[in-house]
T-cell receptor, first 115, second 118 residues
Framework: DGGITQSPKYLFRKEGQNVTLSCEQN?????MYWYRQDPGQGLRLIYY???????QKGDIAEGYSVSREKKESFPLTVTSAQKNPTAFYLC??????????????FGDGTRLSIL | AQKITQTQPGMFVQEKEAVTLDCTYD???????LFWYKQPSSGEMIFLIY??????QNATEGRYSLNFQKARKSANLVISASQLGDSAMYFC???????????????FGTGTQLKVEL
């Protein structure tokens, strides 16, 4: 079945450590996105990519980095510069056709905590 | 200003009753789309329904319908015949058009926690 796979489901980070969250999709979507969700809050956009080898900052990009070397993959690195990384991270993908009714499809998320 | 506002942090509804979840939005772009997603306690985001700014009729998908009032900039989700499995967080989101550089990005509201009771 087509879908989005995020791993790991739970991740723990030590102070000063970088960690990378994986996101893979087999939906043949051009666009991919990373969101952060804090308890009781909505989703905030960290980074997005509309095509391979290109990505743009979202609303809260500081302390994060991404790469888009393959269409299927959009890993997110939470760097030590991100002082409050504890959150639920969701990856999504969508087509980029002219039809604006195409929804974003989401993975099951990764919960990141500080040790 | 908030682009998407959901003013109900929590709602209760009895099983088999209908419930309306409010969403208002703010954009200067004439072309936009509105989405509703459901997030159960397990965390995944499930797409429910879509309404385009130029759509003449309110969107419907099974037990979900969207009460779209363009002049009031509101896009309320109506769930008919509520079921226990409808208990979840519900998010309204907007995709703006090219005028505001929206591309394919979504802006989310803060969500409404719905609890369906027996």
């Amino acid at each position: 079945d087509g879908g989005i796979t995020q791993s790991p489901k739970y991740l723990f980070r030590k102070e000063g450590q970088n960690v990378t969250l994986s996101c893979e999709q087999n939906l043949n979507h051009d666009a991919m996105y990373w969101y952060r969700q804090d308890p009781g809050q909505g989703l905030r956009l960290i980074y997005y990519s509309q095509i391979v080898n290109d990505f743009q900052k979202g609303d809260i990009a500081e302390g994060y980095s991404v790469s888009r070397e393959k269409k299927e993959s959009f890993p997110l690195t939470v760097t030590s510069a991100q002082k409050n990384p504890t959150a639920f991270y969701l990856c999504a993908s969508s087509s980029t056709g002219r039809r604006s009714n195409q929804p974003q499809h989401f993975g099951d998320g990764t919960r990141l905590s500080i040790l | 200003a908030q682009k998407i506002t959901q003013t109900q942090p929590g709602m209760f509804v009895q099983e088999k009753e209908a419930v309306t979840l409010d969403c208002t939005y703010d954009t200067s772009d004439p072309s936009y789309g509105l989405f509703w997603y459901k997030q159960p306690s397990s965390g995944e985001m499930i797409f429910l329904i879509y309404q385009g700014s130029y759509d003449q009729q309110n969107a419907t998908e099974g037990r979900y319908s969207l009460n779209f009032q363009k002049a009031r900039k509101s896009a309320n989700l109506v769930i008919s015949a509520s079921q226990l499995g409808d208990s979840a967080m519900y998010f309204c989101a907007m995709r703006e058009g090219r005028l505001t550089g929206g591309g394919n990005k979504l802006t989310f509201g803060t969500g409404t926690q719905l609890k369906v009771e027996l």
